[in-house]
């Protein structure tokens, strides 16, 4: 009797290293994450380390996927597609404010590939706002504070929102389609993710939203509160 209860207490103890040890197994990235990160330092011509994305404007993000087609959705030009289930993953990089995406099938490595026309899977990432006293913001942020200067018939500076009634902000967004998720009249809106900024301008309690494209600053709008 003491033998078999010995033998239960063992098992029970084994199970329960095991159960934690999964967990902490399935919060890991799988070994492809690693191939994705060697690629897109071979890309970029130098060696690309978690590291190098603890900045304001970078992340990385990896989620299971089951993809609908032999593709994993995002077809390479002349691929033949087959509609079929393909269990995989999405690595999602953010280097300074610029987006690149790997997929891959669960069990083959070697269909890893860099995806810049997806077809579906869209996968947003949005970072975090932080507080503009601790990183500096892109130049950009300058045009919109001219704008809203102009508009407000008022010389504005930085300095000018520091009371209990202004502030202002800034983060990085990856928008859901060419308009910035702020659609404006008489412009077509392609559902495609788009990276960008936006700005929030808070002045005596009046809040100004500008938002522009990533790489086109010429693109800067006031989206709301005009």
Known sequence: MKKRLLA???????????????????QQPPPAFEDALA?????????IT???????TSRWEWRGVDFADSSLECPRPGEAV????????????????????YRVAFNDRSTLRLCTNPSGAIFEVTLPPRATANTQPPDVINAALADLSRRLDLNLTFESFNNPRSRWSWRYREY???????????????????????FIFVYEGRTFDYRVPLNDPSGLFLCSGG
């Open 82 to 101: 087959t509609p079929t289930k393909v269990i995989g993953y999405q690595f999602i990089f953010i280097l300074r404010g610029v987006r690149y995406e």
């Open 50 to 56: 978690l590291a190098d994305f603890n900045n304001p």
């Open 39 to 47: 690629d897109l330092g071979r890309r970029l011509g130098r060696t």
């Open 176 to 198: 859901t389609n060419s308009q910035l998720n702020c659609p404006r009249a008489g412009q077509a809106v392609d559902r495609i993710v788009t990276p960008g900024w936006q």
């Open 8 to 26: 239960f207490l063992s098992l029970s103890v084994a199970l329960v290293f095991s159960l934690h040890a999964l967990a902490a197994f399935a």
